[in-house]
């Protein structure tokens, strides 16, 4: 089955607040927006948030380039477990982000889960997610949470937030 066929198939199934990622405030990356000073008018992506449901590959060029201001996502990385999607998923995310952008990322943490809704996944410490984006984005900080599911187990999150210095 893809991944996209597995998707398709968990969604519909479940209520948003009953799939293991969900949270009703995601409180770091919140506060990480909060003080990056963006105004009202900022272009923003946030993927794998439990808002809208739409469907798309992330691994492909959805933005115009340098035209997003912060790009938020708390999924991609550890459900891309192949190298070739998750590689094109950073390239779209790197020839989205102007300089000066500013890109906040979660991901299960090493001693996360090994699955998310039957799928395999990748694990990262935080300080590896700036090093996945490549050059020209620096670390601004990262952090290290426990997030605990709608049925009571623990995740480790991993969360890194970078900002876009050169094109």
Known sequence: MSTGA?????????????VSGHRPRCAQS????????????AHGVDAGRSVQWGVSDASTALFEEEDVDR????AA?????EAARRDACIEALRRAVRPGGLVIIATFGPN???????LS???HASSE???????????VEGADEE?????????????ERCRRSTP
Do not use: M
Request: charged share 20%; hydrophobic share 35%.
């Open 6 to 18: 597995r998707w398709d198939e968990v969604y519909p199934s479940k209520s948003p607040a009953s």
């Open 30 to 41: 919140l506060a990480w927006i909060d003080r990056c000073g963006l105004g009202p008018r």
């Open 71 to 74: 790009w938020h996502d708390r």
């Open 77 to 81: 990385l550890h459900v891309l477990t």
């Open 112 to 118: 996360g889960p090994e699955r998310c809704s039957g």
């Open 121 to 123: 996944v990748t694990r």
């Open 129 to 139: 997610i700036a090093a996945a984006l490549g050059p020209g984005f620096e670390r």
């Open 147 to 159: 997030h605990t599911t709608p049925g009571g187990a623990a995740q480790a999150f991993a969360h």
